[in-house]
């Protein structure tokens, strides 16, 4: 997954981890900046053993494959899934030299002057693997309890071996004790089961709208209606036909045509099928 405003590239693994990559700033090659890792390994625990159980790491990495991430739409955050079925939230923080002040002054280099770390754990939503997951701007929902401060980060949209859907809205609120000086919180907005039947959902999509269409799509929303391509008069004063090749038809049936793309997601199942969805605004 790519970050192309930060020009960040994301990979996940088998190794439990995500790396992520940034051009160096001494030439055009790219580097891995940062590795977000896995939870620490537990000990094993045995009849005789007297030792007290570790606490749930839930506040690090994932225990198991990570399988696919996705960048929030302002690149400040990164949701990620995995073997565990967790879907983990992580968040991008300024790093500090040792007078206090942001960033470092001695390389510009991205990894001395940010960090990630785990910021929110989203579990006992799915039931087998989570393979694919998504994330996109917020469209028309808007979160019923927020003020000025609260930022709405948009949706993410996740599914997997247990052929379920889950659509969740995040927005962050201010908490001066967070590296990141925000707290994440979700709500489900949306599920769908058996989206492929029986079958495992491999892969999970937003619609991505170009400037132009992602354009008009707002201007719809706007005007929250459609406008009818003029007529021509002729002398008698009757309809004769619609002119279709108008500048303002042709941005009135634009518009129409991306209405509620924003809503729009795909998957790919195990049973060989590509579905299309549209999420309905409540």
């Given at each position: ?5 930060w020009?960040?590239l ?10 992520l990559?940034?051009?160096?700033y001494?030439?055009d090659e790219?580097?891995v900046?940062?590795s977000?890792p ?8 045995f009849?005789n053993?007297t030792r007290?159980?570790?606490a749930?790491?839930?506040?690090t990495?994932?225990?198991?494959t990570?399988?696919?991430s996705?960048f929030?739409?302002?690149g400040?955050y990164?949701?990620?899934c ?8 992580w968040?991008?923080?300024?790093k ?7 960033g ?6 991205r ?8 910021t929110?754990?989203l ?6 693997t989570?393979f ?9 929902w ?8 609260t930022?709405v980060?948009?949706?993410?949209i996740t599914?997997?071996?247990?052929g379920?859907i ?12 967070a590296?990141?000086?925000?707290s ?8 769908f089961e ?5 079958y495992d ?14 354009a008009?799509s707002s201007?719809e929303?706007?005007?929250n209606?459609?406008?009818?391509p ?8 009757d ?7 108008g500048p ?5 049936r634009?518009?129409?045509m ?13 049973d060989g ?5 549209r999420?309905k605004d409540?």
């Open positions: 997954m790519t970050n192309t405003a020009k960040i994301a990979s996940s693994s088998y190794d439990d981890s995500i790396k990559y940034a051009s160096d001494t030439s790219w580097m900046s940062h977000l896995p939870a620490p390994p537990k000990h094993y625990h009849p053993d007290e159980p570790e749930d790491e839930s506040g990495g994932h225990t198991n990570v399988w696919a996705a929030s739409p302002d400040h990164i949701a990620s995995s073997d565990d079925l967790t879907i983990r939230i968040a991008r923080y300024a500090r030299d040792v007078e206090g002040e942001p470092g002054a001695f390389r510009v280099g990894t001395e002057k940010e960090g990630w770390y785990c929110s754990v579990k006992g939503y799915h039931d087998r989570i694919s997951i998504d994330w996109t701007e917020a469209g028309n808007k979160p019923e309890a927020t003020d000025e401060k930022a980060l948009g949706r993410i599914t997997g071996g247990d379920k889950c659509v969740f809205g995040v927005t962050a609120i201010p908490n001066d004790s590296r990141s000086g925000f994440i919180q979700h709500t489900v907005l949306a599920t058996q989206a492929h039947g029986v959902v491999n892969s999970i999509t937003w619609c991505r709208l170009g400037q132009q269409s992602a008009s201007q929303q706007s005007t209606r459609w406008q009818p003029p007529k021509q008069v002729d002398d008698d004063g309809d004769t036909m619609d002119v279709e090749d303002e038809a042709k941005a009135s634009q518009s129409s991306w209405k509620d793309a924003r809503n729009v997601f795909a998957t790919a199942g195990d099928m590509i579905k299309v969805w999420l409540d």
